[in-house]
């Protein structure tokens, strides 16, 4: 906006100002010329009287005089209409040079500068060029600059609401001086945000305290916070308001209406936290006699710190499929469906394919999509997964599961192959325009990161052992190795693929660590047959346990199904799909 206005001055000043006062000065140029050359005119009528002037015998006087006093009172007139006129031309040329002078200055000014800013919540699908409302902290753009909070689209520009930064050097004089004197009172009265500390956050009633950071406008040091902490304050951040944050976090707030007594936490002051929510997914069984059984499609929207859970959906589906994981797919969740028990042509050794997507909420439409994949995800409106081998068209069984693909309304629209010799990829993860995949790549297990623009290799890394599931975040590459021995969480940086560290699972009841996520420095791990869960903390020293059991209550949800009878319950298998948002289907 700074530049906008300075450039806008410039056209003014080109467009408007200058052939304007180019006019003027060639006006006041023929007045001057036409007063001097009356001055010169009767410069010369003066001279021809005074020539003609004879002493007169008879007074002893020049004569005669009318003439040339007349000419002498003429001339001092038109001496003093030429003085001002050149005064007028002066004063425009003056003019001129200063418009010239003031043009040079602005052309001078730098472009508006390119900062690396954080947004101040966790929205990572902000179109590069977009035109986004900023916070300016303590609203002079110049100290602390973020992103204004881009959930659901909010950080679209909108003028009325966010303004636009103008340089003292495209205002005018009254405008700069008007600005400078009003600039401490309306950033102590009339407030927009400031940064704190969070503390005594009440999750239930999303309220909170903060501790402010000194803040001190550029008009003479004056401080500018009216008190030093802010107390009962509410919380509103993505979907999921102070469940996000922790004691001590750095955050954000705005004044609703620019009133300090109408405080809000809006989002975090750099390293925005995701909505620590995961889809923790399960298959029920109920025995309703010896040979027959109920299979139940269970998945709850889960708070990954305080277990808490928000929502909860299930479904009952055919004994002949079974579940295979819960992805975000369309803002809702989604099982993917695959044959049970190792019939049918859509599952072999290598795993079970996704032909069908199942509505868990049963609000929407089941998908069925062609090829099958194992492992579909969507990502900035399109579905990834990796290509089933056994379908009719498919490539050899030699090739099983060697491509990834990318889908879009049902078109094929990219395939790529997953490894450079034969083997198989059967787990997947996609965030930040990267893709990740784990499997055998036919002489090792191996895990592969891939650039989805360019589909070039950004890591190749060797694992000890079983690749159970791969998943990307912000931050790290986190692997799980399986399956029942030697269990255990690899992390790597994201940025360079740095190994981090290792963590030993140990999962409840004995069974292996089935899938796991991770959602900004938490993690989460579920057992296979059992629905336990584990969550972690990440750390400078790797992970720390913070949580082991059920990750919420399943036969509270189970219970009330139609259907359901007696108490015959099993939960065979458990998965967890992190998510950022539910309005979010990027994923974290």
């Known amino acids: 906006m700074a530049?906008?206005?300075?450039?806008?001055?410039?056209?003014?000043?080109?467009?408007?100002?200058?052939?304007?006062?180019?006019?003027?000065?060639?006006?006041?140029?023929?007045?001057?010329?036409?007063?001097?050359?009356?001055?010169?005119?009767?410069?010369?009528?003066?001279?021809?009287?005074?020539?003609?002037?004879?002493?007169?015998?008879?007074?002893?006087?020049?004569?005669?005089?009318?003439?040339?006093?007349?000419?002498?009172?003429?001339?001092?007139?038109?001496?003093?209409?030429?003085?001002?006129?050149?005064?007028?031309?002066?004063?425009?040329?003056?003019d001129r040079l200063s418009l010239r002078l003031r043009l040079d200055y602005l052309q001078s000014v730098p472009p508006d500068p390119e900062k690396e800013v954080w947004c101040a919540d966790l929205t990572e699908d902000i179109a590069p060029g977009a035109t986004v409302g900023t916070i300016d902290i303590p609203g002079e753009g110049v100290e602390q600059v973020l992103i204004a909070p881009a959930f659901d689209g909010a950080a679209t520009y909108a003028a009325e609401r966010d303004g636009a930064m103008t340089p003292r050097e495209a205002m005018s004089p009254e405008q700069a001086f008007l600005n400078a004197a009003l600039l401490p009172g309306w950033q102590k009265f009339r407030p927009l945000?400031?940064?704190?500390?969070?503390?005594?956050?009440?999750?239930?009633?999303?309220?909170?305290?903060?501790?402010?950071?000194?803040?001190?406008?550029?008009?003479?040091?004056?401080?500018?916070?009216?008190?030093?902490?802010?107390?009962?304050?509410?919380?509103?951040?993505?979907?999921?308001?102070?469940?996000?944050?922790?004691?001590?976090?750095?955050?954000?707030?705005?004044f609703s209406g620019q009133d300090w007594a109408s405080p809000e936490v809006i989002g975090f002051e750099k390293e925005p936290k995701p909505c620590a929510r995961a889809y923790v997914a399960t298959e029920w069984i109920q025995w309703v006699s010896e040979t027959g059984v109920n299979f139940w499609a269970v998945v709850a929207l889960v708070n990954v710190k305080t277990r808490n859970v928000i929502e909860a959906w299930a479904r009952q589906i055919d004994n002949s499929v079974r579940t295979q994981g819960v992805a975000s797919y369309n803002k809702q969740p989604y099982f993917g469906l695959g044959a049970r028990g190792g019939t049918?042509?859509?599952?072999?050794?290598?795993?079970?394919?996704?032909?069908?997507?199942?509505?868990?909420?049963?609000?929407?439409?089941?998908?069925?999509?062609?090829?099958?994949?194992?492992?579909?995800?969507?990502?900035?409106?399109?579905?990834?997964?990796?290509?089933?081998?056994?379908?009719?068209?498919?490539?050899?069984?030699?090739?099983?599961?060697?491509?990834?693909?990318?889908?879009?309304?049902?078109?094929?629209?990219?395939?790529?192959?997953?490894?450079?010799?034969?083997?198989?990829?059967?787990?997947?993860?996609?965030?930040?325009?990267?893709?990740?995949?784990?499997?055998?790549?036919?002489?090792?297990?191996?895990?592969?990161?891939?650039?989805?623009?360019?589909?070039?290799?950004?890591?190749?890394?060797?694992?000890?052992?079983?690749v159970q599931s791969v998943r990307l975040s912000r931050k790290y590459l986190s692997v799980m190795l399986g399956v029942a021995v030697d269990d255990a969480l690899m992390l790597y940086r994201a940025d360079d693929y740095s190994f981090v560290a290792t963590h030993a699972l140990q999962p409840g009841g004995g069974t292996y660590a089935y899938d796991h996520d991770v959602l900004g420095d938490r993690v989460i791990t579920v057992a296979g047959d059992v629905g336990q869960a584990r969550t972690y903390l990440i750390g400078d020293q790797g992970l720390s346990l913070t949580y082991e059991g059920a990750m919420f209550p399943w036969e509270s949800v189970v219970s009330g199904l139609p259907g359901v009878e007696g108490t015959g319950f099993l939960p065979v298998l458990a998965w967890a799909r992190a998510v950022a948002s539910p309005a979010a289907p990027a994923g974290v």
């Open 3 to 94: 530049r906008e206005a300075i450039e806008a001055e410039i056209e003014r000043i080109n467009a408007k100002k200058i052939p304007k006062i180019e006019g003027k000065i060639t006006q006041a140029q023929a007045e001057f010329a036409a007063k001097d050359a009356d001055v010169a005119q009767i410069a010369a009528e003066l001279d021809a009287a005074i020539n003609a002037l004879a002493l007169d015998p008879a007074t002893g006087r020049l004569e005669p005089m009318a003439p040339v006093t007349d000419a002498q009172k003429r001339i001092a007139k038109a001496q003093i209409e030429r003085s001002a006129a050149r005064g007028a031309l002066d004063r425009l040329k003056a």
């Open 193 to 254: 945000h400031r940064v704190g500390t969070i503390r005594d956050i009440d999750a239930p009633t999303n309220r909170c305290g903060v501790d402010l950071d000194e803040a001190l406008s550029s008009a003479q040091g004056l401080q500018i916070n009216q008190s030093a902490a802010l107390e009962d304050v509410p919380v509103r951040y993505m979907d999921c308001d102070a469940e996000a944050f922790e004691d001590g976090d750095r955050v954000v707030v705005a």
């Open 344 to 466: 049918g042509s859509q599952h072999t050794s290598g795993g079970v394919t996704y032909r069908r997507l199942l509505d868990v909420t049963q609000f929407g439409a089941d998908i069925s999509f062609s090829p099958p994949l194992l492992e579909p995800q969507q990502y900035d409106g399109r579905l990834y997964g990796i290509l089933y081998d056994n379908y009719s068209g498919g490539p050899s069984s030699a090739d099983a599961q060697q491509y990834i693909v990318e889908l879009q309304g049902g078109i094929e629209l990219a395939r790529w192959r997953a490894w450079p010799v034969e083997g198989y990829a059967y787990t997947l993860s996609i965030a930040y325009g990267r893709l990740a995949i784990g499997g055998y790549d036919g002489t090792a297990y191996r895990v592969r990161v891939f650039d989805l623009a360019t589909r070039a290799t950004l890591a190749d890394i060797a694992a000890p052992g079983f």
